[in-house]
């Protein structure tokens, strides 16, 4: 039987989940099907547990959803515990395991896509929402020279530094000195076409920005090219994040070079 796989959001329509999986299953031979499920806003879990009384055996979960489903699971992956949300749910026989493929997936589009291993690399990471705090601790494994948290709320960086500690640092934008090797945007404010306040001082020679939303061009991306930055948008992170859920469910690695080549040129 064809095993039933998912991703749960509100909204979900735009999801290119379902074709990154779908393209995965092709490529690797794997008889599975991968749906997109608009789950009310109050109504996670009942949607979740619907979909494993039909024989679901694994889901993705995105926005807003990923708190709700780091509170579902009933055995977390180390790396979701930290984090403190769940994108990646596995339907064992008596239990759901949750994990967080979303650092792993940044640090695999940094690795293997872009050319650039964050060890000994000084990073200044934007935000200290659920996206920062997803991606602080597959970064701190590759041993950066720094990793400093800056954030419009100062005290929210300060609370996640706290929380990591490992030599984490934390200021407001005013405050960002530099110059860094890797800017990584994970704030809200691309997606309102915002612009977080950063002096351009902030890159260094060969810096790389990189912003997690993916899509269209960003402010802060634009910002960073006036300034020679190199840059980079989330759809690598996006496939690389699906790809470790992949392996997680099936035990097999896909190949991610053509599935991002093509969802680019769509
Ligand atoms: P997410 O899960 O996407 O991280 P979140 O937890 O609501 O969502 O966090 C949003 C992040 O984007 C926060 O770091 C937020 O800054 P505050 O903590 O000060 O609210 C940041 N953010 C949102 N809009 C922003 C803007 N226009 N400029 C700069 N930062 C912004």
């Known amino acids: 039987m064809t095993d039933r796989y998912a991703v749960f959001g509100h909204p979900i329509a735009h999801s290119r989940s379902p074709l990154i999986h779908a393209a995965f299953a092709r490529q690797t031979g794997q008889d599975m099907r991968y749906e997109a499920i608009l789950a009310p806003l109050d ?3 009942a949607s979740v547990a619907a979909f494993v009384a039909a ?5 993705n979960v995105t926005v807003p959803f990923k708190e709700d489903a780091f509170r579902l ?4 992956a180390p790396r979701a515990e930290r984090a403190g949300a769940v994108n990646t749910l596995t339907f064992a026989a008596n239990e759901i ?3 967080n493929t979303d650092g792993a997936g940044l640090v695999a589009d940094l690795t293997r896509n872009l ?3 964050p060890a000994g690399q000084r990073i200044l990471l934007l935000g200290a929402g659920g996206a920062a705090r997803g991606v602080i601790e597959p970064l701190l494994d590759r041993q950066p020279a720094a990793l400093v948290i800056a954030n419009r709320t100062v005290a929210r960086a300060q609370e996640l530094a706290r929380l990591f500690g490992r030599g984490v640092a934390a200021c407001g934008f005013d405050a960002v000195d530099g110059p860094y090797d890797l800017v990584i945007n994970a704030t809200a404010a691309s997606l309102a076409g915002e612009l977080p306040p950063l002096s351009p001082a902030v890159f260094a020679a060969d810096a790389l920005a990189y912003d997690m939303m993916y899509g269209r061009d960003t402010p802060f ?3 960073a090219r006036t300034h020679g930055a190199a840059t980079a948008d989330g759809l690598g992170m996006l496939v690389e994040q699906a790809a470790e859920a992949f392996q997680l469910w ?3 690695r896909p190949d991610t070079a053509p599935v991002i080549a093509s969802l680019r040129a769509a």
């Open 250 to 252: 099936r035990g097999v």
């Open 115 to 117: 050319g650039r291993e």
């Open 221 to 223: 991306l634009a910002f």
């Open 55 to 59: 024989g679901g055996r694994g889901a």
């Open 73 to 76: 699971a009933q055995r977390l």
């Open 97 to 99: 395991l949750g994990d």
């Open 43 to 45: 109504g996670f879990a």
